[in-house]
Structures are given as C-alpha cells and as structure tokens.
C-alpha cells in the first residue's frame, strides 16, 4: 500500500504529522499531488476546536487553500490527465436541501467542504472529485495560484456587497483585506480606505491599494471616515476583522442607505450592539458572505491571469509540512504573517515579507 505524510489533527490542539495510506479515488474523482496548501484563519478555528461540526469530523486532515498538480484521473473525468496544474471548488453541497434547490448552496444543510470537513491538503496528497478541479492558466504562478481559494471567497463577498464605479469603501482589517480593497478598486470605489491597528500592515495597503489609512491606535475611525467622506459616511463598509467591536463601527461609519458587507467571522458567543432604528430611518443595510463557490473559482484564476489583483504582497512565507503546528501558533503571534503556504516537498523555510 503507498503511504504519504498527512499532518492529522487527532484531537482539538493537536497535529500529529502521519504516515497514512495515499486516498484512493474512485471514478469520478482525481488524486492531486499538493504543492502548496495555504493556512487560513479559519484553520486556527479548526486547530483549536472552535466549531463544534468540524470537531465531529476529527480525525481530519485540514488545509482548503490547495494548488497541486494532478497525479491520477478516474475514468469518468473528461478534459483532465496527469501532470495538470490545478486547483479545485472544496465546496460539496447535498444539491437536494431547501437551500439547494433554491439556488443558496452556500448555506447548505449539509454542507461540505473538502479540507473543512473532509480530508484536504495539508498531506502529499488530496483526493477532489473531478468536477470540482479547475486548470491553473499557463501565466498564472503556483505561489499566486494557491492564493485562489482565499480569492474566490473575496471574490464572492464583492459580488454580494456590489459596490459601484465612484462609490466610496471602507475596509476594516488590512490581513485578506487588502485583498477586499483591490477588489472595490477594480469596481472603480473612490476612495479606498483601510482600517488597522498594525502600521507595517497600514503600509503595504497604502503601497498596494489604499487612498488613505487609518491606524485605530492613533485615530478614532468613525470620526476619520466621516471626515474622510465630508461627513456623509462611507457607501460600503465591509467588515475583515471578526470583532464586535468593529462591526459595530463599521455600522457607525457607513452612511444614511450605506451598506455593511459582513466577511469576518466572530466567535458564536460573540454580540454586537447595533440600533435597530437605523436600518428602519437611515435605511442601513447589512449582508454577510461566507465563502466562494462555483464559477468564482474560474472568475479568481481570470483576474489573476489578466493581473487585475495581486495577492503577492500577502504571501509572506512557505514552510515545509513539518512545520505546520509551530506556524499556526506564529501566525497568531506575529503581524506581520499574513498569508503563509505548506508544501509537502519545502525541506526548509522560505521567508517573502520584509
Ligand atoms: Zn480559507
Ligand atoms: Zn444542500
């Protein structure tokens, strides 16, 4: 039996790194050599047991954001073959619940996610059915190309919040939310404001994306945006932090019929104070988006193509497998760590910020 080395998270706050058989796929799906697996936030969520449906699938082995290489193809595949760069949808809704059969498969009764719930990509290898496999463009780099999944969930937030051509955006969180911000630009937002507390941070928006910056630790932002704005407030507000604290300025800053896009997940217990007499009098609205799905896979692997966003300034390192544990908790210590890759094959680090 082929083995490979799969990093398995035995029990909330604990990454074993093992030697487990390689997935074996059936006709329909394609085993994909991982050649970068992304950590995103929601994998410290994961690690330290914080969603009690993803607890119910340990032992799992996390890890969403993949771009691999494809290694073997099931019979059913069509347009596929080994030695493909690709990425893949991780999305598995039932396609039979309420919300499916309406067209909502984000929000899935039971709902799916390979890396999340299933077995993902922090490993050698990742079994994808073959439907949900998307070919990486020639012009597109494996580095920028693991960068897709956290796109497409940018990507979808932008579709929901729908901000126009001269409308002013507010980003609260300057992590994946400089990546928010060049989306906004795209749609041609004036001005593009990011709100932080980390000034290296505050910085790169400012080199990257931003019109102005707004460090919270110098800076009252409700007060600064309402300036910024000539005291009307911000047309869109999206919120990339997951406080309730923020979201309750993001409420304040966002103008008379603005709208808060929701993209930063809080704790469950968490509560936000916000009054209700403003969604009714001010008409302010709020709408939330919680991943990417579908066809944003193909719209991200576009836009990177064509060079419309940049996700390079965000990826500040590539460790080896090995190293996964020791990162999740660097990642919580240092601010400096946005975006960091896992490879399988990295014998040793790779450091691309500073
Ligand atoms: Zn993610
Ligand atoms: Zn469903």
Redesign the pocket.
């Given at each position: 039996m082929r083995t490979m080395r799969a990093q398995v998270l035995t029990e909330p706050n604990h990454f074993e790194l093992k030697e487990v058989p390689v997935p074996e796929i059936n006709d329909d799906e394609v085993l994909v050599k991982v050649k970068y697996c992304g950590i995103c936030g929601s994998d410290w969520g994961s690690y330290i047991g914080k969603y009690a449906d993803e607890v119910a699938c340990i032992p799992l082995t996390t890890g969403h954001e993949v771009y691999g290489v494809i290694e073997e193809v099931g019979k059913s595949a069509q347009g596929l073959k080994v030695g493909d760069r690709v990425t893949y949808d991780i999305c598995k809704?039932?396609?039979?619940?309420y919300?499916?059969r309406i067209g909502e498969?984000l929000l899935?009764?039971?709902?799916k996610q390979i890396g999340i719930h299933l077995d993902g990509g922090f490993a050698e290898y990742v079994k994808v059915p073959w439907k949900n496999i998307y070919v990486v463009p020639d012009e597109v780099s494996d580095e920028k190309a693991a960068f897709v999944e956290p796109l497409t969930a940018c990507l979808n937030a932008s579709h929901k919040m729908d901000c126009t051509i001269g409308r002013s955006v507010v980003v609260i969180g300057a992590g994946l939310g400089i990546m928010h911000a060049q989306l906004a630009k795209l749609r041609g937002a004036a001005p593009v404001i990011v709100v932080d507390a980390n000034a290296d941070r505050l910085k790169m928006a400012k080199e990257v994306v931003a019109d102005y910056t707004i460090n919270v630790r110098e800076t009252d932002p409700v007060e600064e945006v309402m300036r910024l704005t000539n005291g009307v407030g911000a047309d869109f507000v999206l919120e990339a932090v997951g406080s309730s604290k923020t979201y309750e300025q993001a409420f304040k800053m966002v103008r008379k019929g603005g709208k808060v896009e929701a993209f930063g997940i809080c704790a469950e217990d968490d509560y936000a104070s916000l009054p209700p007499v403003e969604f009714v009098t001010s008409e302010k609205k709020i709408s939330g988006s919680c991943a990417g799905i579908g066809y944003d896979w193909g719209d991200a692997l576009t836009l990177l193509k064509y060079d419309r966003v940049d996700p390079m300034p965000l990826i500040s390192m590539i460790v080896p497998l090995e190293e996964l544990e020791e990162t999740l908790h660097e990642i919580k210590k240092n601010p400096k760590l946005i975006k960091v890759l896992v490879s399988p094959e990295a014998k040793e680090r790779t450091v691309l910020y500073e």
């Open positions: 809704p039932c396609g039979t619940c919300h499916c498969p899935c009764t039971e709902f």
